[in-house]
């Protein structure tokens, strides 16, 4: 299948319509029947806005950063990270009425990420997403549903909203079994105390029935899990972490690197970004030590 067919194929229907009018269309021996088929399969394309289907799909590429010259080739051609962001397109075209999405911003870059981010928000229709960026989920989101404690809860906002408002509530909660524990202590002191005593036994009982009325909240453990990857060096680096000098690399004819310098410092969080996939992955194979430049030098600190 092609690029674009692989897209319109998200709206089932008319991409059927398609096939169907193509093969008739391409009969030797169009009888009536065929005519008339084909009358009913032009009325329902033309209801379903048919017409405009491709030029729909290229948008939805376009704005998901697969370029034009792209959309007729076939899908086995197309990398990885292009196959992606084609069936992407392809959940997104025919404006469905639920939108279920799973991660949908892995294997983008911030363009097509602020072009999905846009598409979202403007979108008629009802979108449930499951992501791990909480930028794209405060965005994006309208309502959070916050799935712990093997329950369901959902809060009428962001994912911002959602985590101050989860915390201030089990901020809350803690806060009222406290009021109640202490409360506990003072009716168990004073029952102890008078229980024995004639004058106070009234009060002491009345103090049993209060007691027995107090329940504490069941303030379960959270099962999320917060997973994380901890670096430790056998000794600090120093301040020159990388310098590099003038790097320029050429390949298959094209100039993928042209003079590049930069320094990292010890310090530094540098984020590399840029729509040239093969510049990017050419430079750090050249500071692995995997590809030679063609000009130009690097230099990583002694630590």
Same mark, same amino acid.
């Given at each position: ?17 398609? +096939? ?18 084909? %009358?009913?399969? /032009? ?21 998901? @950063? ?15 990270? &292009? ?6 397109? +392809?959940?997104?075209?025919? =404006? ?21 981010e846009e598409f979202l928000?403007?979108? $008629? ?12 989920? =405060? ?6 549903? $916050? ?5 369901? &809860?959902?809060?009428?906002? =962001?994912? $911002? ?12 909660r803690k806060e009222a ?10 009716? &168990? ?19 049993? *029935? ?14 999320? +899990? ?8 056998? *000794?600090?680096?120093?301040? /020159? ?6 790097? %320029?690399?050429?390949?298959? @004819? ?6 590049? %310098? ?5 310090d530094d969080k540098i ?8 510049? +990017?992955?050419?430079?750090? &194979?050249?500071?692995?030590? /995997? ?13």
């Amino acid at each position: 299948y092609t690029v674009i067919d692989t897209v319109i194929m998200g709206n089932k229907r008319l991409y059927d319509i398609m +096939k169907e009018k193509d093969a008739i269309y391409m009969k030797e021996d169009f009888s009536d029947e065929d005519g008339i088929r084909a %009358s009913e399969l /032009e009325a329902e394309f033309a209801e379903m806005d048919g017409w405009n289907a491709e030029s729909d799909a290229a948008t939805l590429l376009n704005g998901l @950063g697969i370029e034009p010259e792209l959309h007729y080739e076939i899908m086995s051609n197309l990398n990885g990270d &292009q196959k992606v962001k084609v069936l992407l397109a +392809k959940a997104l075209f025919g =404006n469905p009425d639920i939108l279920l999405l799973d991660e949908p911003t892995n294997h983008l870059d911030l363009d097509a990420i602020a072009w999905l981010e846009e598409f979202l928000i403007n979108y $008629d229709n009802t979108v449930i997403v499951v992501s791990h960026d909480r930028y794209f989920l =405060n965005k994006v989101c309208t309502n959070t549903a $916050d799935i712990d404690y093997g329950k369901i &809860q959902l809060y009428a906002g =962001n994912y $911002d909203f959602w985590y101050e408002s989860s915390q201030l509530i089990m901020k809350q909660r803690k806060e009222a079994n406290k009021k109640k524990e202490e409360q506990i202590k003072e009716l &168990q002191e004073f029952i102890s105390r008078f229980s024995a005593n004639a004058s106070k036994s009234k009060q002491a009982t009345s103090r049993k *029935r209060a007691l027995e009325k107090i329940e504490l909240d069941d303030i379960k453990p959270s099962s999320r +899990k917060y997973p994380y990857i901890d670096f430790r060096p056998e *000794r600090e680096i120093g301040n /020159e972490v990388l310098t590099v000098e003038g790097l %320029s690399k050429t390949i298959d @004819g094209v100039k993928v690197l042209d003079n590049v %310098s930069f320094t990292v410092g010890h310090d530094d969080k540098i984020g590399f970004v840029g729509a040239n996939e093969i510049a +990017k992955t050419t430079l750090f &194979q050249i500071l692995a030590g /995997e590809m030679e430049p063609d000009a130009g030098s690097y230099k990583w600190g002694v630590t």
